[in-house]
């Protein structure tokens, strides 16, 4: 581990271009971000495909994360709680109608999170922990492309797209939050470990999404992806 911090620390840490990023003005920063938004919306979000049911499910599905969001078992010290099953309506919206649907869906929820009182120390930072951390939440849509029975898609999905965004939290808490670490800790330990706050919720969505009967709650979901194919998943 010494060896990857160290080169983590050459080429990552002290990297000419990331250092002109971090010194960009918050001003500057939020005007690349708008733009970067603005055609991230216009391209991804024309390539999937989308009709009125697929907007009002999203819409469902983004409303439903958000008041689990705000139901809170666990408040961490330094940011971040364990909440009660956010990530579940998003995740079965990527499995059941596609990567880029749910990307545009994951990302637009990221920003409503950002809104919310967010822990910022850098424009970076909160495009990892807000932006990143929540559009990788799409990619549980290959899961549908699994040799797994259909029971355990869904579960797959959350348990792969729960690892993927402690894995986004661990590289922000490494460049971000480095200095909270205990004396003699890698930066990274401290991050793996701290952000595992994360994974009490994928648990408790798995299993929600085991419980015999619970793929009915996702049918209208599954039943739509069916109806608009899968050539623009």
Same mark, same amino acid.
């Given at each position: 581990m010494s060896g990857f911090m160290e080169w983590?620390?050459?080429?990552?840490?002290?990297?000419?271009y990331l250092k002109k990023l971090f010194e960009l003005d918050w001003?500057?920063?939020?005007?690349?971000?708008?733009?970067?938004?603005?055609?991230?919306?216009?391209?991804?979000?024309?390539?999937?495909?989308?009709?009125?049911?697929?907007i009002a499910y999203a819409a469902m599905c983004m409303a439903v994360s958000f008041v689990l969001s705000s139901i809170r078992l666990y408040r961490m010290p330094a /940011?971040? !709680?364990?909440?009660?099953? =956010?990530?579940?309506?998003?995740v079965a919206f990527s499995l059941y109608l596609g990567v880029l649907r749910a990307e545009v869906?994951?990302?637009?929820?990221?920003f409503l999170q950002l809104a919310q009182g967010?822990?910022?120390?850098?424009?970076a930072q909160a495009a990892l922990d807000y932006i990143v951390a929540y559009a990788v939440l799409s990619l549980g849509g290959l899961a549908q492309y699994a040799k797994i029975p259909k029971k355990w898609k869904l579960p797959a999905a959350l348990a792969f797209t729960g690892i993927l965004r402690w894995a986004v939290h661990v590289l922000s808490g490494m460049i971000f939050f480095a200095s909270y670490a205990p004396d /003699?800790? !890698?930066?990274?330990?401290? =991050?793996?470990v701290y952000n595992m706050f994360l994974f009490p919720e994928v648990v408790l969505s798995i299993i929600i999404a085991l419980i015999p009967g619970a793929g009915r709650l996702f049918a209208p979901l599954e039943n739509l992806g069916l109806e608009l194919g899968a050539e623009k998943r």
């Open positions: 983590f620390d050459a080429n990552i840490k002290t990297s000419y001003r500057v920063a939020a005007a690349i971000a708008l733009l970067a938004l603005t055609g991230f919306f216009l391209i991804r979000g024309g390539r999937a495909g989308w009709n009125g049911r697929a /940011g971040g !709680s364990v909440v009660l099953c =956010s990530i579940l309506p998003l869906l994951c990302v637009a929820y990221g967010a822990w910022i120390v850098h424009p /003699g800790q !890698s930066p990274f330990v401290y =991050s793996a």
